[in-house]
């Protein structure tokens, strides 16, 4: 599994399909203590974890002192990932943050400032440019060796910076990829009522699932926990990290607790996100949930919640798949993981 930890409440833009971009504004003073990290890593590593990515619904770089968190994943020998607009004037600690992070996701939707604002909605994409040049001189100096990729989201109003971005990144010698985008920043944003819609389905709750679900599961249970900065374990990836989604603090709380508080959450019984066939893993795994909840022992603990997915599915353009549609490309694949 991967572990998802927001180690601030914060993030600078207000990227309309993104689900903190209509919440309220940054709370930087809301921050875990390195301390309280190294805990929830610990305890990652014994539940099975085999990455921690320090993000979710935040940008990780707001935090000045990014390096001493990502130095701890290390210590427990973990991959560690992070993911980032890199739209900032100045960056704090940068090259020393980079030692220790494996894998870095840079998110933009536009070469030129006019299409790469419609989105990215605060951003200037000169400094992500500038910043960009840091990490390929960082690399080419060997003081770095992240795995940095510039991922472009694709809508339909920006396919003609597609080849612009792909020749700048290999221009610096950095990976590109294409993911197709979910939403659309004038068409579809989020919501501003989203966290209210939730809260509606929640008092429209009936225990009939809303699709035939027998046999199957949601992947995103096993494959992804995630984190605030409270220390809080929160339901799913896909929604906000409403208050009515809180599972309860993540080192108080057994992997079988949790999983049993996700799968019999009212909202992931409604929710419409694509099931595919649970693995026989995945059935023990909800058997041992439900045997520790009445009271009895484990005995023979699987070890990890999910081993690493299958490489995301691309499009016959090699458009990466967007999350909310993966199960579907590779439903027919999981019995050979």
Not at 87 to 94: C, G, M
Not at 204 to 219: L, M
Not at 295 to 313: K, M, Y
């Amino acid at each position: 599994m991967i572990l998802y930890i927001d180690i601030i409440d914060a993030c600078h833009l207000r990227c309309p399909t993104c689900v903190r971009g209509v919440r309220a504004f940054p709370n930087t003073d809301k921050k875990m203590t390195v301390g309280t990290f190294r805990q929830i890593v610990e305890k990652g590593k014994r539940d099975g974890a085999y990455q921690i990515s320090i993000f979710s619904w935040i940008d990780p770089l707001l935090c000045r002192d990014l390096y001493a968190y990502t130095a701890v994943v290390k210590e427990f020998d973990l991959h560690c990932e992070i993911s980032t607009t890199l739209s900032f004037p100045k960056l704090y600690n940068f090259a020393e943050a980079l030692r220790t992070i494996d894998a870095m996701t840079i998110s933009v939707s536009g070469f030129e400032q006019s299409i790469y604002e419609v989105n990215h909605r605060g951003g200037n994409i000169d400094w992500v440019k500038n910043n960009l040049e840091v990490i390929s001189q960082l690399k080419r100096e060997k003081r770095t060796s992240v795995d940095a990729t510039v991922r472009f989201l694709l809508f339909d109003y920006n396919r003609g910076e597609e080849s612009k971005l792909r020749d700048y990144a290999n221009y610096l010698g950095l990976r590109f990829e294409v993911l197709i985008a979910e939403g659309h920043p004038t068409l579809a944003p989020q919501p501003h009522e989203a966290e209210r819609l939730v809260i509606e389905r929640l008092k429209t709750f009936s225990s009939k699932p809303n699709q035939d679900t027998r046999g199957k599961v949601c992947p995103l249970i096993f494959e992804h926990i995630t984190v605030n900065a409270d220390g809080d374990v929160y339901q799913c990836t896909a929604y906000g990290n409403y208050d009515v989604m809180k599972i309860g603090p993540y080192l108080d709380l057994s992997r079988e607790e949790i999983l049993f508080r996700r799968y019999t959450h009212p909202v992931c019984n409604s929710c419409p996100w694509t099931r595919r066939p649970a693995t026989e893993q995945e059935k023990l795994l909800l058997s041992q949930a439900l045997s520790y909840r009445v009271g009895n022992e484990i005995s023979g603990r699987v070890p990890h919640l999910s081993l690493p997915a299958p490489a995301t599915p691309v499009t016959p353009e090699g458009y990466l798949v967007p999350k909310s549609q993966q199960a579907e490309w590779t439903s027919v694949q999981i019995d050979e993981r």
